[in-house]
């Protein structure tokens, strides 16, 4: 089989550009976030998996992750989850929730850090594992400098005001502030849908 031959067609449900989900009650989950030790942050963004030269400065706290960049459903929690499962639960199930799914999957969640003149490199994500689940941001501190790019547009988005947004498009994100970007970063899918026709031969040509 030729892997470069498949044609990795994105889940029609994910959206082109951005979409609203609403506001969420992020305050709980906010204040313990801000309470996190610098050395736990340092900790943790050393032992990540998502080692990417496009997040530059941005430092992260994995909860969540996928075994293999080729395939989103099979997934596994990080060290940090069992802390943080208790406050996180409430936020992503009112997130996800006009998504109606009954059996849905979280398969990466993560807190992701900007400093104050950070930036994201503009990408897409590439791998075949983040063509199939909803990318999804809650931000919990922003400040009014902080711009992001999706489906060919800039938006800044308010604290508590949850968006899925376009990964399967080129994207960046600048924070021209003098305070921290903190959002709430996960992955979500649908259980139930079909699988796409190609995840079969690529998994089958990677075995």
């Known amino acids: 089989m030729n892997v470069g031959r498949l044609e990795l067609t994105a889940n029609p449900r994910k959206t082109k550009a951005v979409r609203r989900l609403g506001a969420v009650d992020i305050v709980a989950l906010r204040?313990?976030?801000?309470?996190?030790?610098?050395d736990v942050w340092a900790a943790e963004n050393a032992a990540k998996p998502n080692k990417f030269e496009v997040l530059d400065t941005t430092r992260h706290i994995?909860?969540?992750f996928v075994n293999s960049p080729r395939d989103w459903r099979a997934s596994?929690?990080?060290?940090?989850?069992?802390t943080w499962r208790q406050r996180l639960?409430?936020?992503?199930t009112r997130t996800v929730r006009e998504y109606g799914y009954e059996r849905g999957v979280f398969p990466r969640v993560m807190l992701a850090r900007m400093p104050a003149g950070g930036v994201i490199h503009p990408h897409i994500d590439a791998n075949p594992a983040a063509k199939w689940p909803h990318k999804i941001h809650v931000p919990l501190?922003?400040?009014p400098n902080v711009v992001s790019f999706f489906g060919g547009a800039e938006h800044h988005f308010p604290v508590g005001e949850a968006v899925e947004v376009d990964n399967l498009g080129?994207?960046?994100?600048?924070?021209?502030?003098e305070t921290d970007r903190i959002h709430l970063i996960f992955e979500y899918y649908d259980a139930d849908?079909?699988?796409p026709d190609w995840l079969a031969p690529l998994l089958g040509a990677a075995s």
Do not use: C, K, Y
Not at 31 to 38: F, G, N, Q, S, T
Not at 89 to 92: D, I, K, M, Y
Not at 170 to 177: A, E, L, Q, S, T
């Open 31 to 38: 204040d313990a976030v801000l309470a996190i030790p610098e």
């Open 62 to 64: 994995v909860l969540r």
């Open 76 to 82: 596994h929690d990080r060290p940090a989850w069992t």
């Open 89 to 92: 639960e409430p936020v992503l």
């Open 141 to 143: 501190t922003t400040n």
């Open 170 to 177: 080129p994207h960046w994100v600048r924070n021209d502030g």
């Open 193 to 195: 849908q079909p699988e």
